[in-house]
């Protein structure tokens, strides 16, 4: 049967936090048939992997239904492309990291974040523990792969700059998304741009061997990571349904973080062509720190400041105005 998608321990305070957010959704009235169901895309910031564990666990636990929504969950192929099927109209909402976000605004796309959920950005750069790197600073000379387009190709240089480094200090190999796992495990690079809770995880399951990483968020430069991406058009068209998307998307991630075993059997029943599934519960368990100690979704105007700021300095942002330009706070709540 053809699936429905067209694609350690946890903190105390952390649980708490989310906790606080995982009251119950909005029921559709009584009496309410299937037509008055609202259908919704989502189109992720890459093809599944475990951080998207949440929207599959909220979708089986009937949290989207609940606020009257029939989801439907896509696969993307880069937090721009998400962007530019949200600006088009061609997905009711994306996922997508706040780098490429603000970027894409700046080009003139009619796109706003509805609230940023990895409060602490999973960028990083990624090696094998046996590489002999133990700093940024040895990174110099050395080969990284990355894909163009993507959010961390975008601001490695910035982070380069951060920490001491020029772009030529480094040789840059262009590679695609599958072609940086094997270039790295096969030392054809010396280390990789990466999510570090994402390929982090499946090299790991694929070679057995050791990866270490550097958070860009622990060497200077905590940039925003994914959220939710709306279209300014749709937003003043029908408020009421991003209100009921976000509330259903809180929920789902405060609920996922309380049961990852849950939330991982969740997406391994209906995305198509998952990580295997011990990688699968290494990548969520990585990714929940990131939501930061308050309520998902529910940003601080500073950390927007912050990653304005940072891509302005150091990357192509011109005039980044303020960060109501990006982010709509009105939403999550």
Request: aromatic share 8%.
């Amino acid at each position: 049967m053809k699936k429905r998608i067209v694609p350690l321990a946890a903190l105390a305070a952390l649980t708490l936090a989310l906790s606080a957010c995982g009251g119950s959704a909005k029921p559709v009235p009584a009496g309410a048939s299937a037509a008055a169901m609202t259908k919704v895309t989502l189109t992720l910031n890459w093809v599944p992997y475990g951080e998207h564990a949440p929207f599959y666990y909220g979708l089986k636990k009937g949290f989207y239904s609940a606020e009257g929504i029939d989801l439907t969950i896509k696969a993307g192929t880069g937090s721009g492309t998400t962007i530019q099927q949200v600006d088009q109209k061609n997905t009711t909402f994306g996922w997508a990291d706040t780098p490429v976000l603000l970027n894409s605004v700046a080009k003139g796309m009619k796109v706003k974040s509805l609230g940023v959920f990895l409060q602490k950005g999973p960028s990083s750069v990624e090696y094998l523990a046996d590489h002999g790197i133990n700093s940024p600073a040895d990174l110099k000379g050395k080969k990284i792969g990355g894909t163009p387009g993507d959010a961390l190709y975008a601001t490695f240089p910035a982070w380069l700059k951060a920490n001491g480094l020029a772009p030529s200090d480094v040789t840059i190999v262009n590679l695609d998304a599958a072609g940086k796992i094997a270039a790295l495990s096969e030392g054809r690079v010396d280390a990789i741009m990466g999510f570090f809770h994402d390929q982090g995880p499946t090299i790991e399951g694929k070679t057995g061997k050791t990866v270490k990483y550097f958070l860009y968020a622990d060497y200077g430069m905590n940039l925003l990571g994914t959220g939710i991406v709306a279209n300014t058009d749709a937003l003043a068209a029908n408020p009421d349904l991003a209100r009921r998307f976000v509330r259903a998307t809180q929920k789902s991630w405060a609920e996922a973080a309380k049961d990852i075993p849950g939330a991982v059997q969740a997406m391994v029943g209906m995305a198509p062509n998952e990580p295997p599934q011990t990688v699968l519960t290494k990548q969520l368990t990585l990714c929940l720190p990131l939501l930061g100690s308050g309520t998902p979704g529910v940003d601080n105007a500073s950390d927007w400041t912050n990653t304005v700021g940072l891509i302005s300095k150091y990357g192509t942002l011109k005039s980044p105005g303020t960060p109501d330009t990006y982010w709509d706070s009105a939403y999550a709540k």
